[in-house]
Every structure is written in C-alpha cells, then in structure tokens.
C-alpha cells in the first residue's frame, strides 16, 4: 500500500512539473512575437513566467509543509480574505480593466486577479464546514449556498462567466461528494439553466458568443475570429507540427496567444503527437490526485482534495474545449501551461494542498 501511496505522489508532482515546463517552453514561444511588438522585446512573457512559477512552487512546498494547511480556522480566514479582494476589485483606482472586465488589481508591472484565488479558498471553506452525510441525514444547509452565492456574484460583477463556472461546479462537487440529496443539484440544474439563459439575454456580448459557437463563419472578424484562428492553427499541425517555434497563428492572427490558446500553439507546433502527449499528462495529474483523495481516511481530507481534483479536471476540460472549438468561447486557462501569475499560482496552490494531505494524513 506504501508503495502505491509513492507512486501516486511520485505521478501527481511528476506530471505537473513536466506541464509547468512545458507551459514555460510554450509561453516563450508563443510570446515572443507579440512580446516583440507590444515591448519591443521578445522575452518578457517567459521571464515574468519563470518568476511565477519560481513563487508558485515556493507557496506550494509552504502548503505541503505547513500545519495551517490542515487547520479547518485557516481556510475560513482565507475565504475571507479573497472576498475582500474581490470586492477590492470593484473599487475605482484598485481595480483594474482589460479586455472589459474588471478582474484584477494591478501592482507596477505585475497583477493579481482574486477570482482566480476564490476558486481555492472556497473548495477549501466548504469542505472545512461540510461533513459527509450519513444515512438518512442528508440535508441542505442554507450557509453552504451562502459561502458560493456571494463570491460568485462578486465575480459577475466584474464580470468573469469562465472563473464562475469553475469555481460553481467545483464548489457542487464537494457538496455532491458529502452527500448532497439528488433533489437538489435537480432544482441547481433548472435554476442554472434559466439564470445562464438571462446572463446571456442580459449581456449581448454572450449571445454573440453562443452564435459563434454554432457558426463561427457569420462573423469571421469578429466574435467568431478567435475561434476560427484556433482551428487554423491545431488544424495543420498534422502529426507532428510545423516544428518549435514555427507557429504561423502567432504572428498576431491569434490574440495573445501565450494566455487562453496556448494549447493551440502545442498543437500548431508539436502536432498531434504532441498535444496528446500533454493531455496525457493531464490525465496522469488527476488519475493521481483523485488516487490520493479516495486513500485519506478523514472526511476534511478527501472533500477538499477531490475538491481541488475536480477543479483542475473541469478547468483543463473546458480549456482544451473552447480552444478546440466543442465548447463556446470563454476566457479560462490552462492550468501549469497558461501565462499568468494568479493563474499559476492558484494551480500549485492546490497541487499544495493536494500534496500536503497525501504526505501528512493516515492513508486507506
């Protein structure tokens, strides 16, 4: 059992240090033209990168080894604190607009986006506050859909669809997984399909979206332009790609592509042997994490590890999803691949936690 118990740990870190690596090799690429344009310098996206990640490994090992990892108190503090910075985001003079959204707050050359840092903090408070039901005994409690309602609307004021969507469905998976009667996702799967449809029909921009999504060809330059330039470029990768480096699609046809379509550019430059070699790797990741969560003996351990599983597993889907076109477009990236520090760091966050728990809790 030991032994397993290693390679499982030995497969989750190996796996998410191989894409980390990865997502620097790619980040410089596919940076690097738009770097030369909007800096004059073809560098600055890798090295703001490798600075990330330096942090984020740095405040995963703290994770790993800290006790406050496994003091329930510590995560009700941090949920706290996200929804501070949340509503610090809204403020005019903290918050900081790009691309319509009011999402982050900006320290000199650097950002940080809280939306990104709620979706850990509130996997960690539900599962510090939820027990797993028994028998009999399952019931809804009215905090529980407090602790998600607030943030999420929090983060639709700014608005962010992409981070509310991950940070919901990760939040019902723990209640799911504690024993949350049937009845009640049945009545959360009405009431979000007609709040989705009014988000939509209340913001034309979404609607835009959706049409894309169906026929991207009506609006080529438009809202269908980001969609169509993925497809060009996973479309002539063939099996092994254009080679590294060589990406067309980077040449200013797809937006920023070192952020939500870097898979694109995988895809573009290593081919399909390539892509499937990181959605490999995506997989091992979470066969491990969820191999870890289903061995802790505590209920606090397992809902807020399969909490932290569920959220990389429906973060990397939706991802590879909208880049590949099965999925209408959305900002969302790809975790240990993506540029962006708040993105990055919010993964190793809960690669931390999900390693913490693996090392110091009593194993099935």
């Known amino acids: 059992m030991r032994k397993l118990e290693g390679k499982l740990k030995i497969a989750f870190v190996g796996s998410a240090a191989v894409l980390s690596l990865i997502g620097l090799a790619f980040v410089h690429s596919a940076g690097s033209y738009w770097g030369a344009v909007r800096y004059a310098d073809s560098s600055p996206f890798i090295v703001k990168q490798f600075i990330y990640m330096v942090v984020s490994v740095a405040i995963a090992f703290f994770i790993i080894k800290s006790p406050l990892t496994s003091n329930v108190k510590t995560w009700t503090v ?98 799911f997984i504690s024993g949350y009667p049937l ?43 980001q969609g169509i330039q993925s497809i060009f470029a996973i479309a002539p990768g063939g099996l092994f790609g254009h080679g590294y480096g060589n990406s067309r699609q980077k ?43 289903i061995r802790t003996e505590a209920n606090f351990p397992f809902l807020i590890v399969s909490g932290m599983s569920s959220m990389l597993i429906f973060q990397t889907f939706l991802n590879i999803g909208v880049v590949s076109g099965l999925l209408p477009v959305t900002g969302v990236t790809l975790p240990f691949i993506s540029y962006g520090g708040s993105s990055l760091m919010t993964t190793w966050m809960a690669a931390g936690v999900i390693l913490h728990f693996a090392s110091k809790q009593k194993m099935r």
Do not use: C
Not at 98 to 113: C, E, H, K, V
Not at 196 to 220: E, G, T, V
Not at 266 to 293: D, K, N, P, R, Y
């Open 183 to 225: 009845r009640f996702f049945a009545f959360i799967g009405v009431t979000g399909l007609s709040a989705f449809i009014a988000l939509i029909a209340a913001a034309p921009y979404r609607l835009d979206r959706i049409k894309s999504y169906i026929d991207p060809w009506n609006d080529p330059l438009g809202t269908g332009f």
């Open 78 to 175: 941090v949920y706290w604190l996200s929804i501070v910075l949340l509503v610090a985001v809204l403020i005019p003079g903290i918050g900081a607009s790009r691309n319509g959204s009011q999402s982050w707050i900006a320290f000199g050359p650097f950002s940080l986006q809280p939306a990104e840092f709620i979706k850990v903090a509130l996997i960690g408070k539900l599962a510090s506050t939820v027990q797993i039901a028994r028998e009999g005994k399952r019931h809804i409690r009215l905090k529980h859909i407090g602790l998600i309602l607030l943030p999420a609307a929090l983060i639709m004021i700014q608005p962010d669809l992409g981070s509310t969507v991950i940070m919901i469905v990760s939040a019902f998976t723990v209640l």
């Open 251 to 293: 040449y200013l046809y797809l937006p920023e592509p070192q952020n939500d379509f870097i898979f694109s550019i995988i895809a573009e430059e290593s081919g399909f042997i390539g892509a499937t070699f990181v959605i490999v790797l995506f997989a091992v990741l979470l066969i491990s994490a969820f191999g870890i969560a």
